[in-house]
């Protein structure tokens, strides 16, 4: 089996201890529409190190664990298993710049079967950076108001 890593950056209109809170779990539920989390570990859903929680259904079925959760750092990590096609490791990194962030989102997907290996193959760098462009435009419209929670989720990095 194959991996194919990704990595983009975006800047976010936010000061680096707010902006890296976005990329939590929780902090998803605010600018991602559709994301509701099923909370495992803690039930709370507070973030940490061995979290886990569950989110799609059918073949996208997915289960998160918090590998790495060093929030003073603004570094977290994750492991996102989807049986039925493939394996991503999901990194994101903020740091202060000027008066915003510049947040560094990296994904490594390994293929667990055939489809997902053909989805693996399928993948490219350019459809990577419009996804996480997207995510830009999301926070862009969240900290404007103008994020319905409600909708469901699109351009996401499956």
């Not at 600018?31 to 059918?58: C, K, N």
């Not at 053909?118 to 404007?144: C, K, P």
């Amino acid at each position: 089996m194959m991996r194919r890593d990704f990595r983009h950056e975006i800047h976010v209109a936010l000061p680096v201890d707010e902006a890296f809170l976005l990329f939590s779990p929780k902090g998803e539920e605010a600018w991602v529409p559709g994301w509701l989390p099923d909370y495992i570990f803690p039930a709370t859903g507070e973030t940490g190190q061995d979290m886990i929680f569950r989110t799609g259904s059918g073949e996208e079925a997915t289960i998160w664990t918090c590998l790495d959760w060093q929030p003073g750092r603004h570094h977290v990590r994750y492991l996102r298993t989807t049986p039925a096609l493939r394996v991503a490791f999901v990194q994101v990194d903020c740091c202060a710049d000027g008066d915003g962030t510049r947040v560094a989102v990296s994904y490594g997907y390994v293929p667990l079967t055939a489809k997902g290996q053909d989805m693996v193959a399928g993948m490219t760098q350019e459809a990577f950076r419009a996804d996480i462009d997207g995510w830009s435009v999301r926070i862009a419209d969240y900290l404007q108001g103008a994020v319905d929670p409600s909708h469901p989720r699109q351009n996401v990095p499956s």
